[in-house]
């Protein structure tokens, strides 16, 4: 079994800033992947942002050069910054880790909420 539990989120202005943390615990091996989702108020969930084990990393159009992904496998630990937001950032954003099981399998965590506001 494996537990995904991301930081609380919480609110921000806009132009500001925010960074949430995702650890993952308990039979954590062969990770292949981890990313950020969010789901915006009355919208489907999106990616926002991907990172492999080898680093390489993968944004949404929408926050390229805002957002920055980063993970410390060593920690099972993974990390969203999240610079000059905007009031569409806000939606509760989720963690997923892709690990190899029988086959790629992912572990959500239960999201937190992020909003956005002036």
């Known amino acids: 079994q494996v537990l995904v539990v991301e930081s609380v989120g919480g609110s921000v202005q806009p132009v500001g800033s925010l960074k949430l943390s995702c650890a993952a615990s308990?039979?954590?091996?062969?990770?292949?992947?981890m990313a950020w989702f969010r789901q915006p108020p009355g919208k489907m969930r999106e990616l926002v942002a991907s990172?492999?084990?080898?680093?390489?990393?993968d944004y949404a159009d929408s926050v390229k050069g805002r957002f920055t992904i980063s993970a410390d496998i060593t920690k099972n630990a993974l990390y969203l910054q999240m610079s000059s937001l905007k009031p569409e950032d806000t939606g509760v954003y989720y963690c997923?880790?892709?690990?190899?099981?029988?086959?790629?399998?992912?572990?959500w965590g239960e999201g937190t909420q992020v909003t956005v506001s002036s």
């Open positions: 990172i492999d084990t080898r680093g390489n990393t």
């Open positions: 997923k880790w892709t690990m190899l099981r029988v086959g790629p399998y992912d572990y």
């Open positions: 308990g039979s954590v091996f062969s990770i292949i992947e």
